[in-house]
């Protein structure tokens, strides 16, 4: 079982920044991806940036060059660095852990979610 917890959410202004953090009960050294989804009102979750335990990321396209995820093995934590916010952006924002052995979402992790209000 793997435990995720969020933190970082909050309400900014459209242009401002802001810094998710999930921290995993387990240790992040191997996994087969970790990352985060958002899900605003009315719409399905959608990716918005993975990466794997190699390092390789992946972006949505419309956070391309705004988000940056990261991760500290010590701490056992990845971060979303959310740049250039846009209304368009907000949502509840969760963490997502899949496990080294898994090639579906069936065995996925997910954190309770933490909301993001980009207002204009």
């Known amino acids: 079982q793997v435990h995720l917890v969020e933190s970082g959410g909050g309400l900014v202004q459209s242009g401002g920044s802001l810094r998710l953090s999930c921290t995993a009960s387990?240790?992040?050294?191997?996994?087969?991806?970790m990352g985060w989804y958002r899900q605003a009102p009315g719409k399905q979750r959608e990716l918005v940036a993975t990466?794997?335990?190699?390092?390789?990321?992946n972006y949505a396209d419309s956070v391309k060059g705004r988000f940056t995820i990261s991760r500290d093995n010590v701490k056992n934590t990845i971060y979303l660095q959310m740049n250039s916010l846009k209304p368009e952006d907000t949502a509840v924002y969760y963490c997502n852990y899949r496990p080294w052995y898994s090639g579906s979402n069936r065995d996925d992790y997910w954190g309770q979610g933490t909301q993001v209000t980009v207002s204009s």
């Open positions: 387990v240790p992040i050294v191997s996994f087969n991806t």
């Open positions: 990466m794997t335990s190699g390092g390789s990321t």
